[in-house]
């Protein structure tokens, strides 16, 4: 048989699937592997984790962005066939983008480490793929370490999606064991795409990313009929027009082809600039006799974080705004608006997809952009209605309104929780205490527990994930999803400076938790902050009641050391350096403190997380 | 800079002059800026937990011998006769370390009259060598005056027994007082005592005796200094391990206030944030410093300056012996002051004094830094008037002060 090509690919040959699994579970070491069974990339060539592409990703074993692979296979049965392998994002934050992926497969493997079970994120995204009615091949890897358990995840995992413990394929993705199996299963059991060749040409886009040389470069699957190169495309939700510049299949370097036709996967190159014109979840027709309705499941990126960036140097801030233009080239999720604040001087306002995009956010500025960064205590997007019946929507506590306060209203998230059995007791206290109610509860297994809870966002982000790690002892998992939002008793609670409220630490709390931030953020300021010549409060205030105060008491005295002929020298730079430190000090009100205070008060509070 | 203006005249005694008359540095109008020569002992019997000086004990690595110290310090001396000026005389010695009584006398003896063969001494040159009480001995004070020192600087630190034992100051509390009254009656006519206070475990009752004993020893001059746990001494590392508790720097200050209190009282007034004296026993060696005058220093890791260039020798007694001996010179580095660094040293040091801070010195930088000025007075830390000069809060928190004027310069 002959090689069935990009653009004339029969649907009957081709099997769409990706691999959910856990951070270090093994799926880039098993989608290397299946590289190597397809013979696709030559031993000299193999890299470890050759699909993640970002230093970042291969630093941290985490794929943040997804890709997909055609893999030509020739099956036991003779005839060859087209695996696309389609990469997931592994983290609660781009739950989204995973659902997107999920949609352009018909299979999906369920990866678990035979050594630890399965966990929260892949139950979740288990669910995810059962309900979009996707094949799931259950695999266990990692049979070769001497810690592996597989008999009892087996009965796991065949208890969780109701199949038979033998159906469950054993695998080792390092020594390459059982994955000739799995390639056959996969054959076997995943369903070949069904669409209309015939039809209006509708891609998925499940994926969108930037790069220098090309532009933005599109990943799709073709749902029906088919898009070839030259062709006028239309994107159906932000109804922009485009010229395919090329088309092609990624192979595994990007290939460039004819076409591709329904059933397929592969890229689109327009040109443009910005992933925000070629948004994940978006509809790619042709611009003439295109299709009338869109493919379903597509939404705007809706930001559920929020927190300031500031550079630590100032004069970075130009770098900083230069920087986040070019991210949010490659971010769709990414957004952000000039900052002021008292304390840090210069910054962005961002949005976020969660603490997770946070984190990558800022790692990739001061990693990629060389920023030295800080940033704010993250906060989530609340709605107030005020007394007058007017309502507004606040991202930042310094924009909680004064005014007469009706309601507050948070968002909450649906969360999921596995853990060994004895850590139930632990985990209820701890969801209690964060203000969450208990849904449900089951046993994987006689040791294994899954724990269902609402609980406010604004917890989770707050230090949820810290808390419950360790508390367990890193045994944990934990996945959640939104869930709407409840009215809560929340109050602003600002931390004065001699009167003067500094901005970078007001922050939106339940009433019950108030007392004890505003105890700790002004016995840490009042640690950090260096003595003045007069004496200077520090409180903790809701509205204009003082919940907590501390005092930095006056200095009386600096160093008063010898100076004689051999201490000249050094006394001075002492104090140009103080000179220069002085030139740093941030002013609130008439107080001076050093904008190192400050950071070091934010970075305990990020140290902790 | 290199003024020479003072508050009392300064009887001076000691060598005296050639033509037997006194003279007072503080009246005297010279023709060229006044000269110091500081000759640094590195030798102690025993290093102290809050000494980050340079010093060795014997048996220390770069240790070096005392011979080779005395050669190379009368080598060093030669090196300074060449590269001054031949008019230049030397206005004041001043032996430090260390413990430069230690060494035999006549090591000094030597130095000095190299110092005066090669360079040549003023007539009323002050001459003084610093000394730990347990040293000094009639016989001792005796030979020091026949070679010509004239002022005796010794270490008491405190009458308190428990505070010199967390110092590790081997002498016991009354030892200094004798000491200083002996040299007193030996005819060592200007004798100061240095005193620490802030020790951790001493409070303002043991203060105060410390202050009394030293007033009692019916000396001229006391240096009192807070303590600074310097890192890299064997105090830092027990403050660091928890053994010993921090400076409180609120007792200190309060120390501080009562040191001026019962000075004071006693007419031995400030004269630089720690120094207080009767009128005329100013040491003139330190006032030269903070006037920004020109020194020489001998000896290993010792500074010297002359008109805005300054540079060091190297720290090892050994090494810096080693290249006298090879004809080379013992510095390690130097540095030439900017118009910068010049100003933050006339300001740093000028406004130590009690004469204080003239803003005629300060050139285009006069408007600001008296604007400043006044900023710092409504805050209490400087008189009113000018010069510029501390209050007693003002002197507590001197360095605060020294950057606030500078904060535009």
């Given at each position: 048989m002959t090689e069935p090509l990009p653009g004339a690919t029969p649907s009957g040959v081709i099997r769409n699937f990706c691999i959910i699994a856990h951070i270090d579970h093994g799926k880039s070491t098993l989608a290397d592997r299946m590289l190597q069974a397809t013979d696709l990339v030559a031993d000299r060539d193999m890299r470890s984790q050759y699909l993640d592409r970002m230093d970042i990703e291969r630093e941290r074993g985490i794929t943040?962005?997804?890709?997909?692979?055609?893999?030509?296979?020739?099956?036991?049965?003779?005839?060859?066939?087209?695996?696309?392998?389609?990469?997931?994002?592994?983290?609660?934050?781009?739950?989204?983008?995973?659902?997107?992926?999920?949609?352009?497969?018909?299979?999906?493997?369920?990866?678990?480490?035979?050594?630890?079970?399965?966990?929260?994120?892949?139950?979740?995204?288990?669910?995810?793929?059962l309900e979009n009615d996707l094949q799931v091949i259950p695999v266990l890897n990692k049979i070769d370490l001497p810690a592996a358990q597989p008999d009892k995840y087996a009965a796991e995992i065949a208890h969780i999606i109701g199949c038979d413990i033998d159906d469950v394929l054993r695998v080792s993705a390092k020594t390459g064991e059982g994955v000739a199996e799995l390639l056959e299963t996969i054959v076997r059991d995943v369903p070949a795409p069904l669409g209309d060749s015939e039809a209006p040409a509708r891609a998925l886009i499940f994926d969108s990313v930037?790069?220098?040389?090309?532009?933005?470069?599109?990943?799709?699957?073709?749902?029906?009929?088919?898009?070839?190169?030259?062709?006028?495309?239309?994107?159906?939700?932000?109804?922009t027009t485009h010229e395919l510049l090329e088309v092609g299949v990624i192979s595994p370097e990007p290939t460039a082809a004819p076409g591709l036709g329904a059933g397929e996967v592969g890229y689109l190159i327009t040109g443009v600039k910005d992933v925000r014109q070629s948004r994940v979840g978006d509809t790619v027709t042709t611009s003439s006799a295109g299709a009338v309705e869109s493919l379903s499941g597509y939404r705007d990126p809706r930001p559920m974080v929020y927190s300031g960036l500031f550079p630590i140097d100032g004069s970075e801030y130009p770098g900083l705004r230069d920087a986040l233009d070019k991210l949010k080239l490659n971010d769709a999720a990414l957004i952000y608006e000039p900052e002021t604040s008292v304390a840090l001087g210069f910054g962005f306002r961002c949005g976020f997809l969660g603490l997770l995009h946070l984190e990558i956010v800022r790692e990739r500025l001061e990693r990629e952009f060389g920023l030295d960064l800080i940033s704010t205590a993250p906060s989530v997007v609340y709605s107030v209605l005020m007394d007058d019946g007017s309502d507004l929507v606040v991202t930042n506590p310094s924009e909680f309104p004064s005014g007469k306060v009706a309601e507050v209203t948070e968002p909450i998230?649906?969360?999921?929780?596995?853990?060994?059995?004895?850590?139930?007791?632990?985990?209820?206290?701890?969801?209690?205490?964060?203000?969450?109610?208990?849904?449900?509860?089951?046993?994987?297994?006689?040791?294994?527990?899954?724990?269902?809870?609402?609980?406010?966002?604004?917890?989770?982000?707050?230090?949820?994930?810290?808390?419950?790690?360790?508390?367990?002892?890193?045994?944990?998992?934990?996945?959640?999803?939104?869930?709407?939002?409840?009215?809560?008793?929340?109050?602003?609670?600002?931390?004065?400076?001699?009167?003067?409220p500094v901005d970078a630490f007001s922050a939106i709390l339940h009433r019950d938790s108030a007392y004890a931030y505003g105890v700790a953020m002004a016995s840490r300021l009042r640690e950090l902050i260096p003595r003045q010549q007069y004496e200077v409060p520090i409180q903790a205030a809701i509205g204009s009641r003082i919940i907590a105060r501390e005092t930095i008491r006056a200095m009386r005295k600096d160093v008063l050391a010898k100076c004689y002929g051999g201490d000249i020298s050094r006394k001075r730079k002492l104090l140009e350096k103080q000179k220069e430190g002085k030139k740093r000090m941030k002013m609130v009100g008439r107080v001076e403190v050093p904008q190192e205070a400050f950071i070091a008060a934010l970075s305990t509070d990020q140290d902790r997380k | 800079?290199?003024?020479?203006?003072?508050?009392?005249?300064?009887?001076?005694?000691?060598?005296?002059?050639?033509?037997?008359?006194?003279?007072?540095?503080?009246?005297?109008?010279?023709?060229?800026?006044?000269?110091?020569?500081?000759?640094?002992?590195?030798?102690?019997?025993?290093?102290?937990?809050?000494?980050?000086?340079?010093?060795?004990?014997?048996?220390?690595?770069?240790?070096?011998?005392?011979?080779?110290?005395?050669?190379?310090?009368?080598?060093?001396?030669?090196?300074?006769?060449?590269?001054?000026?031949?008019?230049?005389?030397?206005?004041?010695?001043?032996?430090?370390?260390?413990?430069?009584?230690?060494?035999?006398?006549?090591?000094?003896?030597?130095?000095?009259?190299?110092?005066?063969?090669?360079?040549?001494?003023?007539?009323?040159?002050?001459?003084t060598v610093e000394a730990n009480p347990e040293t000094i001995s009639g016989e001792k004070l005796q030979e020091l005056l026949d070679c010509g020192i004239n002022r005796l600087s010794l270490g008491m630190q405190s009458a308190d027994q428990q505070v010199l034992n967390l110092l590790d100051r081997v002498h016991s509390p009354g030892t200094a007082v004798a000491a200083a009254q002996e040299a007193l009656a030996a005819g060592v006519s200007l004798v100061s005592l240095d005193l620490i206070y802030g020790t951790p475990g001493e409070d303002l009752r043991s203060w105060r005796s410390t202050l009394a004993a030293a007033l009692d020893a019916g000396v001229g001059h006391i240096s009192a200094y807070g303590l600074k746990v310097e890192p890299g001494t064997a105090l830092h590392r027990r403050v660091r391990r928890g053994e010993v508790p921090r400076v409180d720097q609120d007792y200190s200050a309060a120390a501080y206030d009562a040191t001026d209190e019962i000075l004071s009282a006693a007419g031995l007034n400030w004269y630089e944030i720690s120094n207080w004296s009767l009128a005329g026993h100013e040491c003139r060696h330190n006032l030269n410093y903070w006037r920004g005058g020109d020194w020489w220093g001998i000896g290993p890791g010792a500074h010297s300056h002359l008109a805005g260039s300054r540079w060091w020798n190297h720290r090892s007694p050994q090494r810096w012996a080693a290249a006298l001996q090879e004809g080379k010179s013992p510095r390690a580095g130097e540095e030439q002051l900017t118009e910068d660094q010049l100003l933050t040293e006339l300001v740093m040091l000028h406004i130590r004094l009690v004469q204080g801070l003239d803003p005629a010195d300060l050139g285009q930088n006069r408007n600001h830094i008296t604007a400043k000025a006044e900023q710092l007075r409504e805050l209490g830390l400087l008189s009113v008037g000018e010069p510029l000069t501390l209050t007693l809060a003002g002197r507590r928190l001197a360095d605060r002060v020294t950057v606030e004027l500078l904060e535009h310069a």
């Amino acid at each position: 048989m002959t090689e069935p090509l990009p653009g004339a690919t029969p649907s009957g040959v081709i099997r769409n699937f990706c691999i959910i699994a856990h951070i270090d579970h093994g799926k880039s070491t098993l989608a290397d592997r299946m590289l190597q069974a397809t013979d696709l990339v030559a031993d000299r060539d193999m890299r470890s984790q050759y699909l993640d592409r970002m230093d970042i990703e291969r630093e941290r074993g985490i794929t943040i962005k997804s890709q997909a692979v055609r893999l030509p296979y020739q099956a036991e049965d003779g005839v060859r066939y087209v695996l696309n392998l389609i990469d997931t994002p592994g983290h609660v934050d781009f739950s989204y983008e995973v659902s997107r992926s999920l949609a352009a497969c018909e299979g999906a493997v369920l990866l678990v480490d035979a050594a630890q079970g399965i966990e929260a994120q892949t139950l979740a995204n288990l669910y995810m793929a059962l309900e979009n009615d996707l094949q799931v091949i259950p695999v266990l890897n990692k049979i070769d370490l001497p810690a592996a358990q597989p008999d009892k995840y087996a009965a796991e995992i065949a208890h969780i999606i109701g199949c038979d413990i033998d159906d469950v394929l054993r695998v080792s993705a390092k020594t390459g064991e059982g994955v000739a199996e799995l390639l056959e299963t996969i054959v076997r059991d995943v369903p070949a795409p069904l669409g209309d060749s015939e039809a209006p040409a509708r891609a998925l886009i499940f994926d969108s990313v930037y790069d220098t040389y090309r532009g933005v470069v599109t990943y799709v699957r073709m749902v029906d009929g088919a898009l070839s190169h030259r062709d006028k495309i239309l994107m159906m939700s932000t109804e922009t027009t485009h010229e395919l510049l090329e088309v092609g299949v990624i192979s595994p370097e990007p290939t460039a082809a004819p076409g591709l036709g329904a059933g397929e996967v592969g890229y689109l190159i327009t040109g443009v600039k910005d992933v925000r014109q070629s948004r994940v979840g978006d509809t790619v027709t042709t611009s003439s006799a295109g299709a009338v309705e869109s493919l379903s499941g597509y939404r705007d990126p809706r930001p559920m974080v929020y927190s300031g960036l500031f550079p630590i140097d100032g004069s970075e801030y130009p770098g900083l705004r230069d920087a986040l233009d070019k991210l949010k080239l490659n971010d769709a999720a990414l957004i952000y608006e000039p900052e002021t604040s008292v304390a840090l001087g210069f910054g962005f306002r961002c949005g976020f997809l969660g603490l997770l995009h946070l984190e990558i956010v800022r790692e990739r500025l001061e990693r990629e952009f060389g920023l030295d960064l800080i940033s704010t205590a993250p906060s989530v997007v609340y709605s107030v209605l005020m007394d007058d019946g007017s309502d507004l929507v606040v991202t930042n506590p310094s924009e909680f309104p004064s005014g007469k306060v009706a309601e507050v209203t948070e968002p909450i998230v649906k969360a999921t929780v596995i853990a060994p059995a004895d850590y139930v007791g632990t985990i209820m206290e701890l969801c209690q205490a964060r203000r969450g109610s208990l849904l449900g509860m089951d046993y994987l297994s006689t040791d294994r527990v899954e724990l269902r809870y609402t609980l406010p966002l604004a917890e989770i982000v707050y230090d949820f994930f810290d808390a419950l790690k360790s508390r367990t002892k890193g045994y944990a998992s934990l996945d959640y999803e939104p869930d709407g939002e409840q009215a809560s008793d929340l109050v602003k609670v600002d931390i004065l400076l001699h009167g003067e409220p500094v901005d970078a630490f007001s922050a939106i709390l339940h009433r019950d938790s108030a007392y004890a931030y505003g105890v700790a953020m002004a016995s840490r300021l009042r640690e950090l902050i260096p003595r003045q010549q007069y004496e200077v409060p520090i409180q903790a205030a809701i509205g204009s009641r003082i919940i907590a105060r501390e005092t930095i008491r006056a200095m009386r005295k600096d160093v008063l050391a010898k100076c004689y002929g051999g201490d000249i020298s050094r006394k001075r730079k002492l104090l140009e350096k103080q000179k220069e430190g002085k030139k740093r000090m941030k002013m609130v009100g008439r107080v001076e403190v050093p904008q190192e205070a400050f950071i070091a008060a934010l970075s305990t509070d990020q140290d902790r997380k | 800079m290199g003024r020479t203006v003072g508050s009392a005249p300064l009887p001076v005694s000691g060598r005296v002059s050639d033509t037997g008359r006194m003279e007072s540095v503080l009246t005297r109008r010279e023709p060229v800026r006044s000269l110091g020569m500081y000759v640094h002992v590195p030798y102690c019997s025993s290093r102290c937990g809050y000494c980050d000086f340079n010093t060795y004990v014997p048996g220390e690595a770069g240790h070096g011998s005392r011979e080779s110290w005395r050669q190379a310090a009368i080598d060093e001396v030669s090196l300074a006769a060449r590269e001054l000026s031949p008019d230049r005389r030397v206005d004041t010695v001043f032996f430090g370390g260390g413990t430069p009584t230690l060494l035999p006398t006549s090591d000094l003896g030597a130095v000095l009259d190299e110092i005066d063969q090669q360079l040549g001494l003023a007539s009323n040159a002050e001459i003084t060598v610093e000394a730990n009480p347990e040293t000094i001995s009639g016989e001792k004070l005796q030979e020091l005056l026949d070679c010509g020192i004239n002022r005796l600087s010794l270490g008491m630190q405190s009458a308190d027994q428990q505070v010199l034992n967390l110092l590790d100051r081997v002498h016991s509390p009354g030892t200094a007082v004798a000491a200083a009254q002996e040299a007193l009656a030996a005819g060592v006519s200007l004798v100061s005592l240095d005193l620490i206070y802030g020790t951790p475990g001493e409070d303002l009752r043991s203060w105060r005796s410390t202050l009394a004993a030293a007033l009692d020893a019916g000396v001229g001059h006391i240096s009192a200094y807070g303590l600074k746990v310097e890192p890299g001494t064997a105090l830092h590392r027990r403050v660091r391990r928890g053994e010993v508790p921090r400076v409180d720097q609120d007792y200190s200050a309060a120390a501080y206030d009562a040191t001026d209190e019962i000075l004071s009282a006693a007419g031995l007034n400030w004269y630089e944030i720690s120094n207080w004296s009767l009128a005329g026993h100013e040491c003139r060696h330190n006032l030269n410093y903070w006037r920004g005058g020109d020194w020489w220093g001998i000896g290993p890791g010792a500074h010297s300056h002359l008109a805005g260039s300054r540079w060091w020798n190297h720290r090892s007694p050994q090494r810096w012996a080693a290249a006298l001996q090879e004809g080379k010179s013992p510095r390690a580095g130097e540095e030439q002051l900017t118009e910068d660094q010049l100003l933050t040293e006339l300001v740093m040091l000028h406004i130590r004094l009690v004469q204080g801070l003239d803003p005629a010195d300060l050139g285009q930088n006069r408007n600001h830094i008296t604007a400043k000025a006044e900023q710092l007075r409504e805050l209490g830390l400087l008189s009113v008037g000018e010069p510029l000069t501390l209050t007693l809060a003002g002197r507590r928190l001197a360095d605060r002060v020294t950057v606030e004027l500078l904060e535009h310069a």
